[in-house]
């Protein structure tokens, strides 16, 4: 099975340039971002209710607690919010005219229902596609989040934590090894072993 394209810094700049000048923006942009930085599934994100993700005081949550019924696996899963993604998150709210109700779809079609799982999918394919990222898919952002922070030496349990895998075994399936990743490797390792 073809893994789900990792997306480079390059991408993800044409990605977003694309979405600015389009309509629904700035909604296209913070389903981007609880993808790119947070690894969250497309099911997830079409399942995020406005008080999932915004606590009564308006502020936007640390953590976003996914019951059973909005997670692949059926169990109850914790996102963490990083602060970058909490700032986008933010500036994403600043646009509604008003409040929504604490049910609404914090990422609403154009209609204001939630997606399906499977219309949030197409979705992201058509903003990548449109974008000139032909081979990006709707996991190419989940793939992309797990991929970074293995490359940037996070443990394989805390990434199968973040991702909501129960097995290490699914999570290092994600981890894209390039020509790059494994000459930092073979760096790193020999500067550890050198006497100075």
């Known amino acids: 099975m073809r893994q789900a394209q990792v997306l480079s810094e ?9 979405v600015s000048k389009n309509s629904f923006a700035a909604r296209n942009r913070a ?16 399942a995020l209710t406005f008080s ?5 005081t308006g502020e936007i949550r640390a953590q ?24 986008e998150l933010r500036n994403y709210i600043n646009t509604y005219n008003s409040v929504p109700d604490a049910a609404s779809p914090f990422i609403p079609s154009k ?14 394919i058509r903003l990548y596609k449109a974008a000139g990222v032909d081979k990006a898919t709707s996991h190419s952002g989940r793939r992309t989040f797990i991929t970074n922070l293995a490359n940037k030496g996070v443990n394989v349990r805390v990434l199968a934590a973040l991702a909501g895998h129960k097995h290490i075994a699914t999570t290092q399936r994600y981890i894209d090894l390039n020509e790059e990743v ?12 050198t006497d100075s």
Do not use: P
């Open 31 to 46: 389903m981007l971002m609880l993808s790119w930085l947070a690894g969250m599934r497309v099911g997830e994100i079409a």
């Open 10 to 18: 390059k991408d993800k700049q044409r990605i977003l340039a694309y």
């Open 111 to 124: 209609t204001n229902k939630h997606f399906s799982a499977n219309g949030l999918c197409l979705r992201f």
């Open 182 to 193: 494994l000459k930092a490797a073979i760096e790193l390792a020999l500067g550890c072993g």
């Open 52 to 56: 999932d993700v915004v606590n009564v």
């Open 64 to 87: 976003i607690q996914l019951s059973a019924e909005q997670t692949k696996g059926n169990e109850a899963r914790t996102v963490y919010v990083g602060s970058q993604l909490q700032q």
